[in-house]
């Protein structure tokens, strides 16, 4: 198989761990006997220092016409104080937007050696397997009208959260055929007590609910799944939910299982897909090799799967992470008590060993 991925380091910890999920996806290419092509392009801040905005269309062009995008993260202090428009992030939305990337698949799964890292107890935690389907390019975070305006005796800041039946419908869609490859419930999570917004949405959901009687679906108010979340994770399977519940609740999720740095994500739409960590671009701690690369490895394992459909490829990877774990490395993040610190590198180092071996 021949792929041609446009890479996109981005910023802080992205310029380190980017690179390492490439070295991962080079030796399974050998190995499998797959042609991965890689083609870089800039965004976030350093497309800004570079060409002043913070995706170039030359970047979304390498995009679009890829097979697939690997994104590391965007962002950092020295471009906090530009105007919004122009800020890193803007870059994230533009992306999701132009590619169509309405479905971000948010796994959280905990990794057994791993328990000890949680900070909530073991018993709450073992064997959680959440995976968090986030709408991603409406609601809030794109609706209409918003802005900052002026005032008698100061200024009204506004966004408008909006949803249609479209938009609810291809992403309940999503949930409810990711619930049928795993345990077959769907939890919907709305604040249909009080928004008008969630009133829809789950009237949306129930309705496309009945054509998949082979799952269950629930609901539940996302304050309410906020608490529960903590307290007994285990009862979700597949979390369904807007762009804004969404981002709040896959912290929360990630969280769960130790690191934020070790978990990964799938943006999906119709054309090509997008797949980074779910972690930010950490300035504080980068280009010291102290960032944990296992939230990109993972995301390069997703890639295969949803991508290019090499599923045994993928196991591959989760299997050499999973190992690498056993035999005690861990980066800061996630270290503890009689455990093996590693850098970036050296971690990535331990999982192509483990790859070669497996
Ligand atoms: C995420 C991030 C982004 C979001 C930011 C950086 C724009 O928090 O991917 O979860 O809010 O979607
Ligand atoms: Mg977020």
């Not at 965004?43 to 979304?60: K, R, S, V």
Request: hydrophobic share 40%.
């Amino acid at each position: 198989m021949k792929k041609r991925i446009t890479v996109l380091s981005g910023d802080g910890i992205g310029r380190e761990i980017v690179p390492q999920a490439i070295r991962v996806l080079e030796s399974i290419g050998q190995t499998f006997g797959h042609q991965f092509e890689f083609q870089h392009a800039q965004i976030g801040g350093e497309a800004i220092d570079a060409t002043g905005y913070p995706l170039p269309p030359e970047t979304l062009e390498r995009a679009k016409s890829a097979d697939a995008v690997l994104l590391g993260a965007v962002g950092g202090p020295k471009w906090e104080g530009l105007e919004y428009e122009r800020r890193p992030e803007r870059a994230l939305l533009g992306i999701r937007e132009q590619l169509g990337l309405f479905a971000n698949l948010r796994p959280a799964k905990i990794y057994s050696p791993l328990i000890g890292a949680s900070t909530l107890k073991p018993e709450v935690i073992e064997g959680i397997d959440v995976l968090v389907v986030r709408e991603l390019t409406g609601g809030i975070y794109f609706g209409k009208p918003k802005g900052i305006e002026a005032t008698a005796t100061g200024h009204r800041g506004f966004n408008t959260e909006v949803y249609t039946t479209e938009e609810i419908r291809r992403i309940a869609e999503v949930a409810f055929q990711a619930a049928r490859k795993r345990r077959k419930l769907v939890t919907s999570i709305d604040k249909a007590n009080v928004l008008e917004s969630s009133e829809l949405w789950r009237r949306e959901v129930i309705a496309v609910h009945k054509h998949y009687p082979d799952v269950e679906l629930r609901h539940m108010y996302v304050d309410n799944c906020a608490m529960q979340l903590v307290r007994y994770p285990k009862q979700f399977d597949v979390i369904v939910t807007t762009n804004m519940f969404g981002d709040i609740l896959s912290d929360e999720a990630a969280m769960l299982t130790g690191s934020i740095g070790m978990l990964p994500s799938a943006s999906v739409g119709s054309t090509v897909g997008m797949y980074e960590p779910i972690h930010g671009s950490a300035p504080d701690i980068a280009g010291k090799n102290l960032a944990n690369p296992i939230g990109t490895i993972a995301s390069a394992a997703m890639m295969l799967v949803y991508a290019f459909d090499l599923t045994k490829e993928a196991s591959v990877i989760e299997e050499a992470i999973k190992k690498t774990l056993e035999q005690g490395y861990r980066t800061k993040d996630i270290e503890s008590l009689g455990t093996t610190l590693v850098g970036t590198k050296e971690m990535t180092d331990h999982i192509l060993q483990n790859l070669s071996n497996g």
